[in-house]
């Protein structure tokens, strides 16, 4: 595997907000001074003793000790490799970019330069996203998470976009649309994978989505760390609904809300799930809905006769 350009890395950890970050998971950092401080996830924090330094882009919590980057946040938080970090990250960089000095001058003469992609160019884009990023973050219901499930097997997918990323919206998802599928097609949904994300994992007595898998008696996996394969059936569907749904679509139009969106959402969903074959192991050129169907057959056999 070729080796990760340090340039990369360097970008990454100067252009992605840690405070964004931290706060695009969910947690509500509070200011105090320059900094910022928040519960530590990685101890048992009763007093929020985690800060993080906008001005470095660090944490450091004074409980445990755990500091690092915004690379190590992503390690820590979501279990996953180094390698697999910068990737996530690399992903995130339009939306989580760090706060830059808005553009006073015309920027007229400059839009040649922006064609041409030196760093110049970079920076101005950056600007413009991050100029694009401040007006969305006062208009908190123009911030959108989008909760996914992809069955590993057949690929059939659900999603569902959320204002807030948190352990009920997670939970919602399941309740809203994926049991009430599997229900329809007369399966049961007997485990579920989720990565270490805080909306997912938790104390069980204290936490929602952890508490309506339990009583639904699903069991829950979690991504092991340092094995990022785990994850890649959903990397990929991302990658499939950015190219094929997301980017057209916002291309086209200008959505006014949430649920307009949710809307055109359904429908590509309807067309990905039925209609669009999949080339995958599994799948063989069926679409995921005939992939679950035929499986069922198969496992209806095995088991019940
Ligand atoms: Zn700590």
């Given amino acids: ?43 048992n924090d009763k007093t929020p003793s985690l800060v993080i330094s906008p001005k470095t882009n660090l944490y450091h919590c004074f409980g445990c000790g755990a500091a690092g ?60 996203v991050s100029y694009y990023h401040e007006t969305l973050l006062q208009n908190p219901e123009a911030l959108d998470y989008q909760q996914t499930y992809v069955d590993t097997y057949a690929k ?21 649309r994926v049991l009430p599928f599997y229900a329809s097609h007369e399966l049961p949904v007997l485990r579920i994978l989720t990565d270490r994300g805080t909306e997912y994992c938790g104390k069980l007595e204290q936490h929602d989505y952890q508490l309506y898998l339990s009583v639904n008696e699903i069991e829950h996996t979690k991504t092991k760390a340092r094995h990022p394969q785990t994850n890649g059936i959903c990397e990929r569907f991302h990658k499939t609904i950015l ?52 499986g069922k057959k198969i496992w209806m056999e095995k088991f019940v006769n």
């Fill in 69 to 128: 980057s915004v690379i190590d946040w992503v390690i820590k938080t979501q279990g996953v490799s180094f390698r697999h970090a910068v990737e996530i990250l690399r992903n995130d960089l339009p939306t989580l970019a760090a706060p830059v000095q808005p553009v006073t001058r015309s920027t007229v003469q400059k839009m040649e330069v922006l064609l041409s992609g030196d760093s110049e160019a970079r920076q101005l884009l950056n600007q413009v």
């Fill in 156 to 176: 059939v997918a659900h999603c569902k976009l959320y204002t807030t990323k948190t352990p009920i919206t997670a939970a919602d998802l399941l309740n809203d």
């Fill in 1 to 43: 595997m070729a080796r990760l350009p340090d340039d990369v890395i360097k970008q990454i950890k100067s252009t992605i907000s840690l405070l964004r970050l931290v706060e695009s998971q969910g947690y509500q950092p509070k200011k105090q001074g320059k900094d910022y401080v928040v519960s530590c996830p990685f101890h």
């Fill in 243 to 294: 190219q094929e749904f997301y980017q057209p679509s916002l291309r086209r139009k200008i959505y006014g809300s949430l649920e307009d969106l949710q809307m055109d959402l359904d429908e590509w969903l309807n067309y990905y799930n039925n209609e669009r074959t999949h080339q995958g192991k599994k799948c063989c050129g069926r679409t995921p809905v005939q992939t679950l169907e035929d």
